[in-house]
């Protein structure tokens, strides 16, 4: 159903814990891991430059085949959001890019993750927003001419590249991937994802001493 508008809770005191774990190395491979390899998102969904982000979602359902620019999240999202969006996968329509960048961090929304296409990466990159998609194309949405945009729900249940996502769920997304933490165990696994963290930070530590493979399963139990 579409031209559903709804709210979610957001929860600073647990973005700042995962703020504080996206620090490290990989950190979506080090949320991949403690969640046993669940909430990954297609390989497919890359970011165009080197980028990382880390806020929970304000999700976007569009209308396959009919695709609008998602202008309602820029008014709906708040600072530590990071949109969502479910565009059906089309590779050969933009629905985000350089000026709706722009207007998303002036309201502090961290990034875009889109099941679809985007475009103006240059720019992007220049401003240092950024955003996750399937590919990057020159053709934007009919919204530019048409002015129609009401056309999708935001914050509603989304399927994007292959992951369930709610409201609020946490999104920790780097150049490695995108993962996906449910809000009702983010507590939990975001304090898995620190020790974890925390592990393979002394796991480096004994490789720069010149340690062995067996030396490193003997102490952590794992690589």
């Not at 479910?86 to 929304?109: F, H, Y």
Request: charged share 25%; with cysteine; aromatic share 6%.
């Amino acid at each position: 159903m579409l031209k559903v508008f709804n709210d979610f809770e957001r929860r600073p005191d647990l973005l700042a814990k995962f703020d504080a774990v996206a620090k490290r190395y990989s950190a979506s491979c080090v949320f991949a891991d403690v969640m046993y390899r669940t909430g990954v998102m297609d390989s497919g969904i890359k970011p165009p430059f080197k980028a990382k982000a880390v806020g929970q979602a304000i999700t976007v359902q569009l209308s396959k085949g009919d695709l609008v620019d998602p202008l309602k999240a820029l008014e709906m999202g708040q600072a530590g959001d990071i949109i969502v969006v479910d565009a059906g996968g089309d590779t050969e329509t933009s629905v985000c890019g350089g000026l709706m960048g722009g207007l998303a961090m002036n309201r502090g929304i961290r990034g875009m993750i889109v099941d679809g296409a985007g475009r103006d990466t240059d720019e992007l990159e220049d401003i240092g927003w950024p955003i996750w998609t399937r590919a990057i194309t020159a053709r934007g949405t009919h919204t530019m001419f048409s002015g129609r945009k009401e056309e999708l729900s935001i914050n509603v249940p989304i399927a994007c590249a292959g992951v369930s996502v709610n409201p609020g769920d946490f999104v920790v997304a780097d150049t490695i991937g995108v993962v996906v933490v449910p809000l009702a165990d983010a507590e939990r696994i975001v304090e898995l994802a620190r020790e974890q963290a925390e592990r393979e930070e002394k796991t480096r530590t004994w490789v720069k001493k010149g340690k062995t493979v067996e030396d490193l399963l003997a102490e952590f139990g794992r690589i």
